[in-house]
Every structure is written in structure tokens, then in C-alpha cells.
């Protein structure tokens, strides 16, 4: 399934990483474990952030994921599952809302 990782990322230890020159690795090595579908990175409530896509097979998968983020720059995730116009064409909304009538 779909996930939406959504991550925000403190200035610390961020800004000391970019001034040893090492926030690039970090970032590699973080993206290189988590597989992206693709990922955009952002402002995220004024402070550095991405927005991550991740197929998941189950939700064994949600530590490989978040934690090199947690670990490596402290940084916050939070994670959604999203839909494509084909899911939600599958979910049966039809009968779901007859149902609930």
C-alpha cells in the first residue's frame, strides 16, 4: 500500500550537518534505506521538511522507514496512507453510500 511520509526536520542537528559537510550523505544514505516512489522536500511549519512516498507491504515496515529520519536528524514523521484514483474507484463508495442512507 501507498504511504505519505511526511517529515519535518529540526534546524538542529540539521544546520551542524550541513556545516561539516556531511547533510548530503546523511540524506542519501536516509533515502538510499527507505526506497522512495519519489520525494519532495519542503518547508514543513517553517523549518526544513520532505514529503515522502513509500510503497509499504505491512506495517512491519514503518521502523525501516522512519527511524533512520528520527535517528540520523531528529526530525518528526508522520505517516498516511494515500490513494491513488484507482483505489478510491475500488473502494465501493457506491455501496457505502447507499449503505449509510
Avoid: H
Amino acid at each position: 500500500m501507498r504511504m505519505l511520509l511526511n517529515v519535518r526536520i529540526p534546524n538542529e542537528p540539521f544546520s551542524s550537518l550541513v556545516r561539516d559537510g556531511t547533510a548530503g550523505d546523511v540524506v542519501g544514505r536516509i533515502i538510499e534505506e527507505c526506497r522512495p516512489e519519489s520525494i519532495y522536500f519542503t518547508e514543513q511549519d517553517g523549518a526544513r521538511g520532505a514529503v515522502v512516498v513509500v510503497e509499504v507491504a505491512s506495517a512491519a515496515d514503518i521502523p525501516r522507514l522512519a527511524e533512520p529520519w528520527f535517528l540520523m536528524l531528529d526530525a518528526e514523521c508522520e505517516l498516511r496512507i494515500a490513494m491513488t484514483p484507482e483505489d478510491l474507484q475500488k473502494a465501493g463508495l457506491d455501496k457505502l453510500g447507499s449503505r449509510w442512507q
